[in-house]
């Protein structure tokens, strides 16, 4: 390791809070699908800041969407008006649930407003049972939402809470894909569920159709809203501008945030016209939120994914994919393979858990995390990845990615999950 890695490093371990099992690596630059070291090796990306960088790093659309705003008008309150933020706005809206945005920093902000939104929504209804009337979110086990506390209340991962009990009232949690849970969960108190069409940080866990299906069904019949979290599934990732079309259902509010800016900070809240006028002046607020050299980092990525022919070749480049990741399997070196679009999980060993939990617990009962061995090994060799349990190794490659990155990688995995590192 260089004097320059060292020191960057080092200064993270004087001054930064130790919130993070970073990897001894610091990053001095990034072009496309490479980031590259203090040292000057060149790493090819396949988490892309866990999915932030969609189109690679430093694209030139957003690096010059960035500069000539920061250079024109870099920040205005939420008092006034900018053309940035209007634009993104209606970018997203006219490209999903056709209502209105409200934009802040991050994904859960973005779902922080969403669930505020819902519980104001119960609020308004004014029909049900309770003190609070109409409050209580459904969501489901194994889900991530964000680190707030009404974020982290909504994440049904118990070592994630714990620490920070009490938790939120007013949040039901079900287990995946079980529709018979979510119909018993659904009582006249219910203003909202609130769910990742693919969950993410859980191992990428695609929901079934029939319990997508379910959740449309039972909140119309019940008058409660839909919430996608397609923070981590949105702009492009599995194939599709948003994972919901792949369903053919629409939720009545989804929330974005990750690719949105092509690498700015940036979250969004959507609502289908019905719902875009439940937050009213005073309710709601951010202060970075809907910056001018976000918004216009964002209009920049909606102006690439948008591209005649651009989510085709991700759909192409993830079939492709899917069929290396196969091969795999039939290999014998995974035993599961799931995913959609450009977003993959492999699990490694032991018979893969629906909730993704059982895989994991019975790996670090026997005191080994192989996906983590995998994680470092590739490392090593120039390869970004990122493992979500110690048997889960996720893919999140840019969609700009090409396909002998893809076989690079698949080359990496045979050598690394057949060899005795593994
Ligand atoms: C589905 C989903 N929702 C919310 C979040 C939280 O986003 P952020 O870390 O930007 O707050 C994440 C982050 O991984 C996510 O994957």
Partial sequence: MSEASRD????????????????????????GCYLYDAEGNACLDFITGLSVNILGHCHPAVVAAVQRQV???????????????????RLISRNSLGGKVFFSNSGAEANECAIKLARKFGRDSGDAAGAYGRHRIVVLENGFHGRTMATLTATAQPAKQEP???????????PFNDTAALEAAMGD???AVMLEPVQGEGGVYPLTQEFV?????????KGALLIFDEVQTGMGRTGTLFAYEHYGVEPDVMTLAKGLGGGMPI?????????????????????????????AAGVAVFGELLAPGFLESVRKKGNYMQSQLMELAADGLVVEVRGRGLMWAVELTAAAAPDGAG???AAEANGTAPAAAVVSAALEQGIILNNTSPTTLRFLPP???????????????HGALAGPSA
Avoid at 399 to 413: A, C, G, P, S
């Fill in 213 to 221: 299906d379910a959740a449309r069904r039972l909140t119309r019949e």
């Fill in 189 to 191: 108190d219910v203003c």
């Fill in 71 to 89: 250079a024109e008008l870099g920040h205005v309150s939420n008092l006034y008006h900018t053309r940035p933020g209007g634009e993104l706005a």
């Fill in 164 to 174: 920070f009990r009490p938790l939120l009232p007013g949040f039901t949690y079900v």
């Fill in 359 to 361: 895989a994991a617990a």
């Fill in 267 to 295: 979250g969004a809240t959507v609502a289908a016209p019905e719902y875009s006028q439940v937050l009213s002046a005073g309710l709601h607020g951010s202060t970075f939120g809907g910056g001018p050299v976000a918004c």
């Fill in 8 to 31: 960057i490093i080092g200064l993270y371990d004087d001054y930064v809070m130790p919130t993070y099992a970073r990897q001894p690596v610091a990053f001095v630059r990034g072009e």
């Fill in 399 to 413: 969609l700009t990615v090409e396909m002998d990155m893809i076989d690079r990688v698949m080359d990496f995995l």
